[in-house]
């Protein structure tokens, strides 16, 4: 999480749940990092009233890209799970983990927000996940990874990737 508010709210919660030992988190990115990057406010979606949406901008002052050998040298036997929650570049974060995701198929907790991608960004998403047999958990539903550009909702649509 590389937004130090988040990255706060992240902490207490694991802390809250009792997970302090059992979970790892950094205060990394994964992909680039640039002006139109993840959290940068406000968003460009012109289709979509945003005033509701409280966003600020985020805080990644001083922060690193997240190096993908940890997690080659690291994994072992422990389970990984991915939060990508980048408005409007989870296809670039996607393809920076690609190689990840082929090799040890982690959980991906995703929160997509298709009016702010291209056709071709959510294509190449569903191509990934459904070349690695992901399964797409909603609620109590499960769907296949090519179903991703048939969700309705354009905007925060929170999903489960196994």
């Known amino acids: 999480e590389p937004d130090s508010s988040n990255l706060n709210l992240l902490q207490q919660n694991i802390s809250n749940n009792e997970l302090s030992t ?22 460009d979606a012109p289709e979509l009233d945003l005033n509701m949406y409280n966003g600020f901008p985020g805080d990644f ?15 072992g036997e ?7 929650d980048v408005d409007g570049n989870e296809a670039a974060v996607i393809k920076s ?16 927000n298709k009016i702010l991608l291209e056709e071709n960004d959510i294509e190449y998403i569903e191509s990934v996940l459904s ?16 179903q ?10 929170d999903l489960i990737l196994k």
């Open 148 to 157: 991703l550009g048939n969700f309705k909702k354009a905007f925060g649509l």
């Open 78 to 84: 422990l389970n990984l799970a991915i939060k990508i």
């Open 61 to 75: 002052i001083d922060v690193d890209q997240f190096d993908t050998k940890i997690i080659h040298e690291q994994i």
């Open 97 to 112: 983990l690609e190689k990840i995701i082929e090799r040890y198929h982690p959980v991906i907790l995703l929160e997509l």
């Open 22 to 43: 059992k979970v790892t988190i950094l205060q990394k990115y994964v992909g680039s990092i640039d002006s139109t990057s993840s959290s940068s406010y406000p968003l």
């Open 131 to 146: 070349k690695n047999n992901y399964k797409i958990v909603l609620g109590k539903k499960i769907f296949e990874a090519d």
